[in-house]
């Protein structure tokens, strides 16, 4: 089966167990990792990192690795002065490192949803990077709530390399 296929599987399931609302609205596939312009407040994005021959040496067998990422997108509106903008930064970074424990949990090593999507061996993640400040910008906003001089909200990339395939080859 086909890269498509394992990342529709991987959005599926994700949709299944993530806290989001309208899923299918926010949770989607996508080219970059970047929310679409209607996007809620959590926004998820799965997307492909890297399609690579861990074994380049075998002569009559493809052996295919596929990674990919979530990237996890939380707006967090602009602060009113009496707010102590340290507790919407705590809010917005524990509500993404929540969110990306739960997609670690559910598709690293999952066996399951490999074999759905005709691999062997399943998703195994790699790393997560920090909270990253995004601006206006990134959530494609005109909305003036989203000032231009502090962030818009916060993502943050969750890795995953390994969903593998065996494919015989003619000669």
């Not at 890269?3 to 949770?27: D, F």
């Not at 999507?117 to 790393?127: D, K």
């Amino acid at each position: 089966m086909s890269i498509g296929t394992l990342l529709v599987a991987v959005r599926n399931k994700l949709r299944q167990v993530l806290p989001v609302e309208s899923p299918e609205q926010n949770i989607r596939l996508g080219m970059n990792g970047r929310p679409i312009a209607t996007a809620g407040t959590i926004y998820v994005a799965v997307h492909l990192r890297d399609w690579t021959n861990p074994d380049p040496q075998l002569s009559n067998l493809l052996k295919q690795e596929v990674g990919l990422i979530v990237t996890i997108s939380i707006r967090s509106r602009r602060n009113p002065e009496d707010r102590d903008p340290d507790q919407v930064l705590v809010k917005a970074t524990t509500g993404l490192t929540d969110v990306a424990d739960l997609v670690m949990s559910t598709l690293h090593g999952n066996g399951a949803l490999a074999t759905s999507a005709g691999r062997i061996e399943p998703l195994r993640w790699v790393a997560c990077n920090g909270p990253t400040e995004q601006m206006k910008d990134w959530y494609r906003s005109n909305d003036p709530y989203d000032g231009d001089e502090q962030p818009a909200g916060y993502s943050m990339e969750v890795i995953f390399s390994g969903a593998g395939k065996i494919t015989g080859i003619s000669c």
